[in-house]
């Protein structure tokens, strides 16, 4: 114990210097992404005013949007509320998703027959365009959240046992050779092997999955039209109104909730690998 | 240069009870490939037997064998499981877990008290001279010092019988060197019995109390060389007109056996 308390001092200090390049690290990653930032909206206030007169209400100048489709209280009271709404649908059937798709790929490991009588199903799955079972959803759950919820988690499930299953089978043979000699049962095998060695693979498909429950939860919402209105109602409801400053601030906000969602996922990612696994740099 | 007959083995065999024990064993794989014919070998606490032979010829086959891995299809092997270190060709480390975490595994698998596992761990670590890396991930260091990690991790076992399948072959010449004098310091005070694969001929004769040479595929102990050297070995002895006679010897016998 003592031998390793002294260690870790050394260690420390040593990571002080390395914050300095840190800082310097993350200026690096953002200053580009402001910049092509600023070019965008440059691009978008020359082309709203390059529209003439009476297209001009097609794309409306950031300023505009931002002022009147967002920020003003008659935009906020009705696009918060909606945003909140999707985020909790996209969150809620991301997280059924993911607990779902998990125990199945554990399943599957640990029993494979599992894997050759339910994969193929996984794959028509990806295949049916679930849009089309949306209506029968409707029949059954009416226009809930669970109905919404159950699109979501059908649209976002895939990734997650595909890639959590790869992750799993792929241990190097050494390391099973290594916990077979030690007699490890197969409780210990999963969770001392198999699960973190999969943690990249896992992570993912978490990330794919979150951008594609976000686009489920906003589709879903328009196909649905009814319920409690999220941003996919907003969208639809604002083009039939002719409301483009608020079309284009319901827009702004359904980018921000994918980037939300996709950030999230890579900053955790990067969190839990950093120390050890190659798609972080160290 | 001494070629041990199969009487003195015999009679060495009776001195001391061999630690690790082949009697006959064959093994034929279920796709029906020899990979084992009649292998007969005893290795006591105290001996250092290296083994050389042609690529696929069975070596780790043998070791497998050695460590239960695998089953012979007939024969009898004779050891002591609970007290086995087994260091493979990569250091097959857990990319996860830290310099201490790893070296800690197998006593974590085998469910030793707490205490008692980082007392093995802090031991094995300052053996291996890795003591101001414990917290370090596998990823942050060298090959030569992966393959350390490897070491303490089977020295926590405390080996009766320790195998070793090629474990310096990718490291570079200076490391495998080192590596190779620090073995035989760790065989000089833990006295354990050792079965060393090895493709280098060199490091054969300087590591070992015994060389075995195999044939090729099915796998037969086709010579057995007696290294006479003391030990702690000096590196200069590798500079010796009797190494090299040796050294000679047994690539002769390799090489008959390949035409
Ligand atoms: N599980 C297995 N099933 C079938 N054949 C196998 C199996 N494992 C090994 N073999 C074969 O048995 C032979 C001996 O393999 P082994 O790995 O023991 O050779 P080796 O002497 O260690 O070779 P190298 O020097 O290249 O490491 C090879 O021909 C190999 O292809
Ligand atoms: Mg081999």
């Known amino acids: 114990m003592t031998i390793i308390e002294t260690v870790n001092s050394p260690i420390s200090t040593s990571q002080s210097s390395p914050k300095r390049t840190n800082a310097l690290k993350r200026i690096n990653n953002i200053v580009p992404p402001l910049i092509l930032f600023g070019v965008i909206i440059a691009i978008w206030e020359i082309l709203s005013a390059s529209l003439s007169g009476a297209r001009k209400f097609l ?12 920020l003003s209280p ?34 599957m490991y640990r029993f494979k027959w599992l894997e050759r009588a339910s994969f193929p199903y996984l ?18 759950f009416g226009y809930s959240f669970t109905a919404k919820g159950i699109i979501v988690v059908l649209i976002a499930f895939f990734p997650i046992p ?51 429950a976000v686009i489920g939860a906003i589709v879903g919402e328009e196909f649905f039209q009814a319920g409690v209105p999220g ?35 890579t900053r955790l990612s990067h969190r839990l690998l950093r120390n050890w696994h190659e798609s972080v740099q160290a | 240069m001494q070629v041990a007959t199969k009487d003195q083995r015999l009679m060495e065999g009776s001195t001391t009870k061999p630690t690790l024990s082949f009697r006959g064993v064959n093994l034929t794989f279920s796709d029906g490939t020899d990979a084992l014919r009649d292998i007969n070998l005893d290795i006591s606490q105290n001996e250092f037997v290296s083994i050389v032979g042609p690529s ?50 197998l006593a974590e698998l085998r469910k030793l008290p707490k205490p008692e596992r980082e007392k093995k761990v802090a031991d094995a670590l300052e053996l291996v001279g890795l003591d101001k890396f414990a917290n370090y991930h596998p990823r942050r260091l060298s090959g ?34 080192r590596l190779n004098d620090e073995l035989t310091q760790l065989f000089v005070t833990r006295q354990f019995a050792a ?65």
């Not at chain 1, 794959?123 to 059954?140: E, G, K, R, S, W």
């Not at chain 2, 050695?66 to 990569?90: C, I, K, M, N, P």
């Open chain 1, 59 to 70: 794309l409306p100048t950031p300023q505009s949007v931002l002022m009147q489709g967002i």
């Open chain 1, 74 to 107: 008659d935009a906020y009271t009705e696009i918060l509320p909606s945003f909140v709404r999707t985020a909790a649908l996209a969150l809620a059937g991301l997280m059924v998703a993911i607990i779902l798709g998990m125990i199945v790929a554990a399943l």
């Open chain 1, 123 to 140: 794959v028509a799955l990806q295949a049916v365009p679930v849009l089309a079972i949306a209506p029968l959803m409707a029949v059954v």
């Open chain 1, 162 to 212: 595909a890639n959590f299953l790869l992750g799993l089978r792929s241990v190097d043979k050494g390391l099973i050779d290594l916990f077979r000699l030690n007699k490890a049962s197969w409780w210990t095998r999963f969770f001392k092997l198999a699960l973190p060695n999969a943690l990249p693979q896992l992570l993912t498909g978490f990330r794919i999955s979150a951008g594609l």
């Open chain 1, 231 to 265: 941003l996919g109602m907003r969208l639809l409801q604002y083009l039939d109104q002719v409301e483009y400053h608020r079309l284009y601030g319901a827009l702004i906000l359904s980018s921000l909730l994918g980037i939300s969602f996709y950030t999230f996922f």
């Open chain 2, 56 to 105: 696929g010829c069975g070596k780790s086959t043998l070791l497998r064998v050695a460590s239960g891995l695998e089953d012979a299809s007939s024969g009898a092997l004779e050891t002591d499981h609970d007290h086995l270190g087994y260091v493979f060709q990569d250091a097959t480390l857990l990319p996860w877990r830290t310099v201490s975490g790893n070296v800690g595994l």
């Open chain 2, 144 to 177: 030569g010092m992966r393959m350390r990690v490897s070491l303490a991790r089977a020295l926590t076992m405390d080996p009766q019988v320790f195998l070793f399948d090629e474990p310096f072959g990718a490291l570079d010449e200076i490391t495998r060197e």
């Open chain 2, 195 to 259: 079965l060393f694969v090895t493709h280098s001929i060199f490091e054969a004769v300087y590591l070992s109390t015994r060389v075995v040479v195999m044939s090729p595929r099915p796998g037969r102990i086709i010579a057995e060389f007696k290294i006479p050297f003391a030990y702690p070995r000096q590196p200069e002895i590798r500079f010796t007109p009797q190494f090299a006679e040796i050294a000679g010897n047994i690539s002769e016998a390799l090489r008959k056996e390949l035409d």
